[in-house]
């Protein structure tokens, strides 16, 4: 499979445990991004990082949540004593861009759901 | 702020009907501009993009949109629509400068296709 893989699918928690997902790219891309969706909204953008470097954070991303990528290749969001508010799908999704050219696209993986109890 | 606004939350039609989703987003600048949709239990998946040129642009399935710089719109249509285009709909806008790569979404536009 060449597309995005998250892992894992799904994931139930209780309420102050910590989780941790993870997103592999596209092999050829640099850019990789997480967004958060709840139901009947759109995704909302997270972060997003060029290789290994983590350009933009938003401020929905708060001290609880953190995001790695080691050597640009694969990336993890961890989310620290999780709550209620936290239950969402994220998503991963990568693309080949640089700044001041165009970026063609992204391409998402399937998400990861998240239950928190 | 930089928003994207999708006014049809459900649409219900029966197949052979046109379509037409609306999208605008909050203000102007360089921007890119985007349909993703997402069939019932998968990944979003990009149906067409505009950048620069033609404002009207054709995508997969037979899907068109056109940019009207003039109305901050980039309104979404197919001529005829099949039950096994039934999905959640979004639009999303990449604002320049081209440094930050941001896609903003819509709150997404439910679309039912009856037989």
């Known amino acids: 499979d060449t597309g995005v893989s998250q892992d894992p699918r799904h994931k139930i928690t209780k309420r102050g445990q910590n989780v941790t997902f993870r997103c592999d790219p596209i092999s050829e891309h640099n850019r990789l991004y997480w967004y958060r969706q709840t139901l009947g909204q759109g995704p909302e953008f997270l972060t997003y990082f060029q290789n290994e470097a983590q350009l933009e954070k938003s401020r929905l991303l708060s001290d609880r949540f953190s995001a790695e990528r080691p050597k640009g290749s694969f990336s993890t969001l961890e989310i620290q004593r999780t709550e209620q508010g936290d239950s969402a799908m994220y998503l991963c999704?990568?693309?080949?861009?640089?700044?001041?050219?165009?970026?063609?696209?992204?391409?998402f993986g399937s998400g990861t759901r998240l239950t928190v109890v | 702020a930089q928003s994207v606004s999708q006014h049809n939350h459900h649409v219900i039609l029966s197949e052979a009907a046109s379509l037409e989703l609306g999208c605008n987003y909050s203000?102007?600048?360089?921007?890119?501009l985007f349909w993703y949709v997402q069939y019932p239990g998968q990944h979003l998946q990009l149906l067409l993009k505009y950048f620069s040129g033609d404002p009207l642009v054709k995508g997969i399935k037979g899907f068109e949109a056109e940019f009207i710089k003039s109305k901050f719109s980039f309104n979404l249509r197919k001529p005829s629509v099949q039950w096994s285009d039934t999905a959640e709909y979004f639009c999303a806008v990449i604002w320049g400068p081209r440094n930050t790569d941001k896609l903003i979404f819509g709150t997404g536009t439910r679309l039912q296709v009856f037989p």
């Open positions: 999704a990568s693309s080949f861009a640089w700044t001041g050219v165009q970026n063609y696209g992204y391409t």
């Open positions: 203000y102007g600048g360089t921007v890119n």
